[in-house]
């Protein structure tokens, strides 16, 4: 079955870097675009990142375009989000999630269970 | 961008009731339109796809409907587990938005 499993998640200065990544199992990772998700505590979902099955695009949130890259290793099944210059507005759990899109339809069909990002001085 | 109105912000109902929640996108986006149950500590789970389309394993009890911008979601027959969050979210273009969220709350 499919899995992503996230990782990197901590405790963070304003201003400071960190890097988070999602290990996905069960499916054909290069086959599928991947996105990173994330809900700052009380809040609602905020979409953050997306990049497609063979890399060549990448599209960002207008509130981290500029800090944070979005990137996969296809032959580790590995997905990674770069967040750099993090402000407090950063805090939150950051999920990664499996993209299924067709001509008809896309959509997120399988999330991790997420990782806590608390950026606070 | 296309934006998502998202209503009620929140809503108190009874085990049984039926119950309907409502997305309003800004401009159209055809029928890229997906809704999403969210729990605290739990990961989001896709209820609908493609507007109305139900998603595998998810009970009968949820549907959708779609007219022009108007996207709505119902549950006929609240049961314990349904009360979480609900979102919907656009997947016409990036950024690929969500609504404000729908918190259904026990009466």
């Known amino acids: 079955q499919v899995q992503l499993v996230e990782s990197g998640g901590g405790v963070v200065q304003p201003g400071g870097s960190l890097r988070l990544s999602c290990a996905a199992s069960g499916f054909s990772f290069s086959d599928f675009g991947m996105h990173w998700v994330r809900q700052a505590p009380g809040k609602g979902l905020d979409w953050v990142a997306f990049i497609r099955s063979d890399e060549t695009n990448t599209y960002y949130a207008d509130s981290v375009w500029g800090r944070f890259t979005i990137s996969r290793d296809n032959f580790k099944s590995t997905l990674y989000l770069q967040m750099s210059s993090l402000r407090v507005d950063d805090t939150a759990v950051y999920y990664c999630a499996k993209d299924d899109c067709s001509s008809t339809s896309c959509f997120l069909d399988h999330w991790g269970q997420g990782t806590l990002v608390t950026v606070s001085s | 961008d296309i934006q998502m109105t998202q209503s009620p912000s929140s809503l108190s109902a009874s085990v049984g009731d039926r119950v309907t929640i409502t997305c309003r996108a800004s401009p159209n986006m055809i029928n890229f339109l997906n809704w999403y149950q969210k729990k605290p500590g739990k990961a989001p789970k896709v209820l609908i796809s493609?507007?109305?389309r139900l998603q595998p394993g998810v009970p009968s009890r949820f549907s959708a409907s779609a007219s022009g911008t108007d996207f709505t979601l119902t549950i006929s027959s609240l049961q314990p587990e349904d009360f979480a969050t609900y979102f919907c979210q656009q997947s016409f273009n990036t950024p690929y938005s969500f609504g404000q969220g729908t918190k259904l709350e026990i009466k």
């Open positions: 493609a507007a109305t």
